[in-house]
């Protein structure tokens, strides 16, 4: 479960897992929008509010704001299955 306004782990996980090039237009866009989203909403909810679960999401995908990859991306581009082939 997720706290109000943000991706659940499981959303996080299916979209980092299906390779890009798997991936339609639409699920890029959709991607790239809630990532966004749910950083915006990581910056703006205060540590003490979240649950467990998102704590460690955000820890996870580096929901940090300052441009860095996340470990995800750091996986898949490893793997070969990301932007930076």
């Given at each position: 479960m997720s706290d109000t306004g943000r991706q659940s782990l499981t959303d996080k996980a299916t979209a980092a897992l299906k390779p890009d090039?798997?991936?339609?237009?639409?699920?890029?866009?959709?991607?790239?929008?809630?990532?966004?989203?749910?950083?915006?909403?990581?910056?703006?909810?205060?540590?003490?509010e979240k649950s467990y679960t998102q704590r460690v999401g955000d820890t996870f995908s580096s929901n940090s704001n300052n441009d860095q990859p996340s470990l995800t991306d750091k996986a898949k581009n490893a793997l070969g299955m990301g932007n930076n082939q």
């Amino acid at each position: 479960m997720s706290d109000t306004g943000r991706q659940s782990l499981t959303d996080k996980a299916t979209a980092a897992l299906k390779p890009d090039s798997e991936k339609s237009t639409t699920e890029h866009f959709g991607d790239k929008l809630k990532g966004k989203s749910d950083s915006a909403a990581s910056t703006v909810q205060p540590e003490s509010e979240k649950s467990y679960t998102q704590r460690v999401g955000d820890t996870f995908s580096s929901n940090s704001n300052n441009d860095q990859p996340s470990l995800t991306d750091k996986a898949k581009n490893a793997l070969g299955m990301g932007n930076n082939q």
